[in-house]
Structure formats: C-alpha cells, structure tokens
C-alpha cells in the first residue's frame, strides 16, 4: 500500500513569489492535513480537508490556502512568500476527519525563500 | 486550549539501556495522545497512540508509552535501545473533532553513544 506522497520534495522560491504543494493520501484516505515544521515554532497546525471541506484551520495568515480534490488529493498554496516562510511542511492522510482515526504523515517538502 | 510539554531537549543514553522520555499535556477533557518519530530530513513516524482503554500502550519498534491522568503524562519508554534510534522524538495531543489538528511538543533529540 503506497503511503503519503508530497511533492516536490524541495523547492526553491523568492520572495514575493507564490508557490503550490500537493499531497496524495492514502488510497481510501479521505482526510488530509497540512502541517509546518520550522526550527523556531517547531510543529504547527495548518489546516484538515475532508470530502473537499476545509474542516479546521490553524492560526495562520490568508496568504496559506489549500483545496482538497474528489480523489482526495490536496494542495496547499502560499502567496506572496515571505522568508519567514521557508519550512518543512508535512502532509498527513486520515481515513476519517479528526485524531481517533489515526494520522500518517509523508516525507515532506521543504520549502526555502530566498 | 491544549498543550504539550517536552522537558528534556536532548538526551544521551548509552547503546542497550533503556530510555524514558517525557511528556505532559494539558487539555480539560480525555485528550488523544500520540508519539511520533522524525529522522533527519524525513516525515513523522507513527511510534503509538492512546485513545482508551488500557493505559499502558504498546507501539512498533519495542516502545510502550503510558498514560497517567493524575498526572497529566504519557511517557514513552523503551527497555533496551539500539542505534538506530537516535532521532527526534514528538508528543502530541489532538482533541475530539479536531478544531485545532493536533498540537505537537517541542521534541526531544535522542542522541545514542556506542
């Protein structure tokens, strides 16, 4: 069974510029969450789509966006980058909204602003 | 709104003895309690989980976590460890419905001497 894929897996961006990562879940998976990794703050919530619905979201600006497509794929976009931006943002599948069911997380993709 | 706490940031144990590694969380209701595990460059791991039941969790790789309500703690333990498990270590707490994903410690970096 093929687990989280993110990708790319690293990206290069400037300032100012927008950018787009996708996730694959699991096959059956039809919840998917996204999460930022930084030195500083460490591991921070950012949203969870389920059925194509942003059904939580974290505490960060609106320049974070995402959508989640009927084959449960989702994207994430960040617009107007700024360097404070440069992370390692983790993707995680559920089979179901919310933490009972479990989530598995993929590899990542690590985003640098430059 | 939860919270997880992660005391130790680094901790050195010798190849073979066993290893404990701490976390508190503060949440007012039954919260679900996870361990991951991330090496370099890579995505989370799902170690073990807690929802209910019986407070003494079994995982993958020989770790067992326990969860004490009075006080607030979900430890992980681990009676012998090897090598190859030198990595950072997460906690995180994540709460009916999910509003807020699941909130993550601050991590413990597990440094292994042969």
């Known amino acids: 069974k093929a687990g989280v894929t993110q990708t790319p897996r690293y990206l290069i961006k400037t300032r100012g510029q927008q950018v787009t990562l996708s996730c694959s879940p699991i096959?059956?998976?039809?919840?998917v969450s996204w999460y930022q990794q930084t030195p500083g703050q460490g591991l921070q919530f950012l949203f969870e789509y389920f059925s194509e619905t942003q059904r939580n979201k974290g505490n960060f600006p609106g320049r974070f966006s995402g959508r989640q497509f009927s084959n449960s794929r989702s994207e994430m976009n960040v617009s107007t980058l700024e360097l404070g931006d440069s992370a390692l943002y983790l993707c995680?599948?559920?089979?179901?909204?919310?933490?009972?069911?479990?989530?598995?997380f993929g590899s990542g993709t690590r985003l640098t602003v430059v | 709104a939860q919270s997880v706490t992660q005391p130790d940031i680094h901790i050195t144990v010798s190849e073979g003895a066993s290893l404990e590694l701490r976390c508190n969380y503060s949440y007012g209701a039954t919260p679900y309690l996870f361990w991951y595990v991330q090496s370099p460059g890579q995505g989370l791991q799902l170690l073990l989980k807690y929802f209910s039941g019986d407070t003494l969790v079994q995982g993958i790789k020989g770790f067992e976590a326990e969860f004490k309500r009075s006080q607030s703690s979900f430890n992980l333990r681990k009676p012998s460890v090897h090598w190859s498990d030198a990595a950072e270590y997460f906690c995180a707490v994540g709460t009916r419905g999910g509003a807020d994903g699941l909130t993550f410690g601050k991590g413990t970096h597990l440094i292994i001497q042969p």
């Open positions: 096959s059956g998976h039809r919840s």
């Open positions: 995680a599948s559920s089979p179901r909204q919310g933490p009972p069911y479990g989530y598995t």
